[in-house]
Structure formats: C-alpha cells, structure tokens
Nanobody, 125 residues
Framework: VQLQASGGGLVQAGGSLRLSCVHS????????IDWFRQAPGKKRVGVSC????????YYVDSVKGRFTLSRDSAKNTVYLQMTSLKPEDTAVYYC???????????????????WGAGTQVTVSS
C-alpha cells in the first residue's frame, strides 16, 4: 500500500487549500482512507474519517463546516478540502489507511495500518 499526500502550503487565515492523497494497493472493501494531522508539539489526531457502521464521514469539532473529505475512485485519490483556514489548523497533514473503523470518531493513530509521508499546512494570521 502506498499513500502520497500533497497540496499543502502556506496560506493566510481565511484561505483555502485542497489536499490530495493518491493511493495504491488498498482495498476500500474493508477499510478506509482518513486524514490526520499533527501540530508542533502535539499528538497526531484524526481530522476526518470514514465512520464505522453506516460509513458517515466524521469530522473533529474544530473543523466541522470548514473541511470536506471526498473520494475520486477513478483517480485513486482522496481529498480534503479545507476552507476558512485558521492559524490553529497549522500542522502536518497525513492520509492514512486502515481497516479499523469507529462509530462517530476517528480510530486511534496506532490502529491505522498505513501512513503517507505527510504534507505541511501553514496558516498565517
């Protein structure tokens, strides 16, 4: 399984970015590709994940209404559209693939099976 995230960069507060994760070798039949982030000095946390059960998309409270996860199966790509960016969104963003699903939350980082290299997002005030 290979995951390659891109699309990060430097943006002013209020701006937008779209992250892309090109993947190969992963089957969506039993799992999903999610987005996590890690801010300087903080733990890695889930941002947007495909939930267990009905497969609804979960967003951490701090990004609800601003971020949107989507997938283009024909391009083997998962996207994270980020709008109204805030300085606190500054982090390295990772796409990650895993089979463990959680209802109403992201899995723990340790429960994810594959990780991409990450892409830096910096939001200036």
């Amino acid at each position: 399984v290979q995951l390659q995230a891109s699309g990060g960069g430097l943006v002013q507060a209020g701006g937008s970015l779209r992250l892309s994760c090109v993947h190969s070798g992963f089957s969506f039949r039993d799992g999903a590709i999610d987005w996590f982030r890690q801010a300087p000095g903080k733990k890695r946390v889930g941002v947007s994940c495909i939930g267990g059960g009905d497969g609804d998309i979960y967003y951490v409270d701090s990004v609800k209404g601003r971020f949107t996860l989507s997938r283009d199966s024909a391009k083997n790509t998962v996207y994270l559209q980020m709008t109204s960016l805030k300085p606190e969104d500054t982090a390295v963003y990772y796409c990650t693939a895993g089979w463990r699903r959680v209802v109403g939350a992201c899995p723990r980082p340790d429960d994810m099976n594959y990780w991409g290299a990450g892409t830096q997002v910096t939001v200036s005030s």
